[in-house]
């Protein structure tokens, strides 16, 4: 079957937080969005379809997940990553970010050191922050056009630190790690007694000519400090039923993450179209998220092309992965504030600006463009008029 991503929907009017917030976010109703990370593309059929014949029967009172929830995650793990996980590490979680907290919660101590690689998603900040223990800084680098880790910062960081957040592959910038990057971050991390918390939300979303390796594939060793997050809301724009799941093959880390969730929170209850959803997206989701990620990934061409042509100003980091595009526009020499209100009032775009992501953001604005491919042209459109306006 052949999808159609060229579809432009209207999703105006359904609370949905891309289109309905604009004015709370960006004070003006006149941006097209093209900020916060869900996909303009219709929710596969498939799913669709799943969720309607669950409507069928209409008494939608408390239920678990059962054995089907967990054989759906082993096997799309087997197929898409070539990992065994067994079924006794897995775990449920509304969302990421809430495991995020949940995990550093359960799993360190107030004033705990936790180490983040900016820039990086903002949330990583916060789960840190808000509960109460110091974020510590291994800033990545900008190489040759590529986010990479700075892993002789690390080695000096790593020491007397209790847990890294990973973002894997990472947000934003769109950097796959290799092999290489990812056994030498796991040694130091090991030589130092450091838990890793690996965020893996976008591990399905990548391009050709890379490769993701989940983290705790790498071995026994690395398996038994790694806790590993993951969810079908960004491969299958399902972010609003708010349904992930962790791999935590470690069992005193895994107690202590389900004591935290079951019995101090009671928040592992989810809701059951999250499960119905996760289900039949990772049953019959190979062929639709092939065709996705080649429709994204001319987007993204698209884009990279052209900027060079037309708007050489503004450069790309040329994603591996994600459908975010990592956009250096440190060359308009705009501060901060400027920076976003050029996006806004003389572009008419609503991106995230860089500097949320934290060390590294700032000059940089992020863009997602998994929408239909005349929504990039007409933001590059008017990104170049913008542009072009500058020198009037
Ligand atoms: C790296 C990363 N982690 C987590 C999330 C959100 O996860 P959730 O909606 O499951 O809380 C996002 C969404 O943009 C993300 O980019």
Known sequence: MKYNFDEIISREGTNCIKYDALQRVFGSEEVLPMWVADMDFRTPDFVIDALRKRLEHEILGYTFRGNEFNEAIVSWMKKRHGWDVDPAWLCFSPGVVPAL?????ALTEPTDRIIVQPPVYFPFFGAIRENGREIIENPLVL?????????????????????????????????????????????????NDVLIVSDEIHSDLIFDGHRHIPLASLSPEVAALTVTCNAPSKTFNLAGLATSYLIIPNKDLLDKYNHM????????????FGAIALQAAYAHGEGWLEQLLEYVHQNVKFVGE???????????IEPESTYMIWLDCRSLGF??????????????????????????????????????????????????????????
């Open 101 to 105: 907290n949940m995990l550093v919660m």
């Open 143 to 191: 190489k040759n056009g590529r986010l990479c880790m700075d892993l002789d910062d690390l080695k000096q960081k790593a020491v007397g630190a209790r847990m890294l957040l990973l973002c894997h592959p990472h947000n934003p910038g769109g950097s796959v790690w290799t092999r290489h990057e990812l056994e030498t971050m796991a040694q130091i991390c090991i030589d």
């Open 261 to 272: 969730i079951n019995d101090q929170l009671h928040a592992g209850m989810g809701n059951l």
């Open 306 to 316: 052209y900027l060079q042509k037309n708007i050489p100003q503004i450069t790309m």
């Open 335 to 392: 501060s901060t504030g400027e920076l976003k209100d050029f996006f806004i009032n003389n572009a008419h775009l609503g991106l995230n600006e860089g500097a949320m992501f934290g060390t590294g953001g700032e000059g940089f604005m992020r863009l997602n463009v998994a929408c239909p491919h005349q929504m990039v042209q007409w933001a590059m459109e008017q990104l170049r008029a913008a542009v072009d306006g500058l020198r009037e």
